[in-house]
């Protein structure tokens, strides 16, 4: 989140609109985006719609308790960012679209374990891939 | 993995400012990134 929220002009600029779908209840997720200074819109999925239509994966108990998820968790922790009391399934896995006004997913990432998601960098090149007047329908 | 994104884009969201929309508005005139995160916390 920390670093998508350094790369929303980059974003805005390169032509996409971030938005951003939580577990949350319509409640929580208007907290969370005002504690985070969230830039981007979000959607409260807490019945997990979205997350269904879309396919988003579950975690196994292995990849919640590994050493390295543990190890991420205290890097992440070192770095400055908060680490909190989960609020939602802890199993859920995250994911990425990238969706073109045509209506195709150009680009998508589902997660293998809870810290496992592109940086906004390799977001923002696919972006311009996707918006490049060479780009293949 | 298949994605219907034709089922998808009629169903309605809501978004944190309490607006509902129906999910394709949000690529209709703008590449979309949609972020899904593991949970709030």
Same mark, same amino acid.
């Given at each position: !989140?920390?670093?998508?929220?350094?790369? &929303?002009?980059?974003?805005?600029? &390169?032509?996409?609109? /971030? /938005?951003? /779908?939580?577990?949350?209840?319509?409640?929580?997720?208007?907290?969370?985006?005002?504690?985070?200074? /969230?830039?981007?819109?979000?959607? $409260?999925?807490?019945?997990?719609?979205?997350?269904? &239509?879309?396919?988003?994966?579950?975690?196994?108990?292995?990849?919640?308790? %590994?050493?390295? !998820?543990?190890?991420?968790?205290?890097?992440? !922790?070192?770095?400055?960012?908060?680490?909190?009391?989960?609020?939602?399934?802890?199993?859920?896995?995250?994911?990425?679209?990238?969706?073109?006004?045509?209506?195709?997913?150009?680009?998508?990432?589902?997660?293998?374990?809870?810290?496992?998601?592109?940086?906004?960098?390799?977001?923002?090149?696919?972006?311009?891939?996707?918006?490049?007047?060479?780009? %293949? $329908? | 993995?298949?994605?219907?994104?034709?089922?998808? #884009?009629? #169903?309605?969201? #809501?978004?944190?400012?309490?607006?509902?929309?129906?999910?394709?508005?949000?690529?209709?005139?703008?590449?979309?990134?949609?972020?899904?995160?593991?949970?709030?916390?």
């Amino acid at each position: !989140m920390a670093q998508l929220r350094r790369q &929303a002009d980059a974003f805005k600029e &390169a032509g996409a609109r /971030v /938005v951003l /779908v939580g577990l949350g209840t319509l409640e929580a997720t208007k907290a969370f985006q005002s504690r985070f200074d /969230v830039p981007f819109t979000m959607i $409260a999925d807490p019945q997990k719609q979205l997350f269904n &239509a879309f396919q988003l994966k579950q975690a196994g108990p292995k990849d919640l308790l %590994s050493l390295g !998820m543990a190890a991420k968790g205290l890097s992440a !922790m070192f770095r400055g960012h908060h680490l909190g009391i989960p609020k939602g399934d802890v199993r859920q896995l995250p994911g990425v679209f990238i969706i073109d006004t045509g209506g195709r997913i150009c680009f998508r990432h589902y997660a293998r374990n809870p810290a496992d998601h592109p940086s906004a960098e390799d977001l923002l090149v696919r972006v311009r891939t996707t918006l490049s007047p060479h780009a %293949s $329908a | 993995m298949t994605i219907d994104l034709n089922a998808v #884009q009629d #169903q309605k969201v #809501q978004l944190s400012d309490g607006s509902r929309i129906r999910l394709g508005q949000l690529w209709e005139h703008q590449t979309l990134v949609l972020v899904f995160l593991r949970h709030y916390g």
